[in-house]
């Protein structure tokens, strides 16, 4: 049976008490996106065990199957991915991904006809051109409106020369994982090297080159900001997907702005994962956070103490820790992260129009947020179509009376079942 629709705006719970539970998360955004390019891309079949099925995901495994890979649902809800010559002519919705629209291009390359990509609204507006160069530097013929962003053809010729290419990497990390990614697969391998601000998100680029290497592939990221594949064979993956720590900040932090306790189970004891951070992080604002065999436990401490960090390697945990630093005692600043304008909205803007359209006290700065905490009131908190956003609203909604939600369907992004996990948490049932 279909579930209801959401109401919109929706109503957030509000904590009535300390939040106290455990979660299991859904898998991680980042490694299922990897995972299906790299089978993609493999000598043979591969399973993804426990993938993320959301609407990242969904696009990136409809786009390989535009291309002729098979992308099967196995009984046990693993995905079989079954490699094929990728074939062209193609159309591939991005939708609003990032991991879809810069992972995707560096493997349409191969195939053997063009492959046109476009996606929402504002998926045209997020940074490209840096990769369509890179890959035009690498001998791909990529046809644009002249806006060098959304929607282009790929001219795919079956096959790519590849070699060395300089990019300007500062807007996103996604542009050297997405060329890494391929890379094997091109006749000379890859030479990436970065020249420009410092990239940011570097833990998505060592994921990258760990799940690269766990496939066979020689990777050496030995220097700063140069990142070399060597041409060969992509081993078949048969991988457990790790849940998705990023996706769990809200939960974790619902036990801070409540005084409660939350559990992520199967919280990986190694991990490239970005959200890894957040045991730091929520311990540098008071939490008690232990690490055991149930998994991550956070739990409030005496105090909730606002945060001043450079957030540059995980700027995706930004709408949740600001929103928590503006429930904290003392104020915060949130440094390195004016990447942040360019993803799913300028998210930068959008955390100090919320909370402030609340009662908050937030001013952006020329790298990041600067937050005081204020007694904040119900309202409609605006999304962007951003699920962190979404998730951000959901946090305040907890310790704020009559926060509402605007468009809270949009956290199907990277979890779907967001809210029904939300509610039962809070709800303690
Ligand atoms: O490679 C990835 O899976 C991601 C890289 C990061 O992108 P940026 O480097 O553009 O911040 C991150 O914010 C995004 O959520 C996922
Ligand atoms: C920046 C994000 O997503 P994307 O993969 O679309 O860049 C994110 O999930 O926070």
Redesign the pocket.
Known sequence: MQNAPLPDPWPAPRADAPVVGTVTMPGS??VT??ALILAALASGPSTLRAPLRSRDTLLMADALRALGVGVADAADGAWRVTPNALHGPATVDCGLA??VMRFLPPAAVLADGPVTLDGDVRARERPMGRLIEALRGLGAEIADDGRAALPFTVAGRGGLPGGSVTIDAS????FV?GLLLSGARYEKGVVVFHDGKP???LP?ID??VAMLRDAGVTVDDGEPNTWRVESGPIAPLDLDVEPDL?NAAPFLAAALATGGSVTITGWPTRTTQ?GDALRDLLARMGAVVTLDDRGLTVAAGARLTGLDADLHDV??LTPVLATLAALAETPSRLRGIA??R??ETDRLAALATELNQLGGAVAETEDGLAIEPRPLHGGVFGTYHDHRMAQAGALLGLAVDGVAVENVATTGKTMPTFTDVWTELVRGH
């Not at 807007?171 to 996604?174: D, K, T």
């Open positions: 955004k980042s996106n990897r990032g991991t807007a996103s990390s996604q994982s990239v940011p998100s998505h994921m990258t990023s970005a700027g995706e990447h942040l360019g993803h």
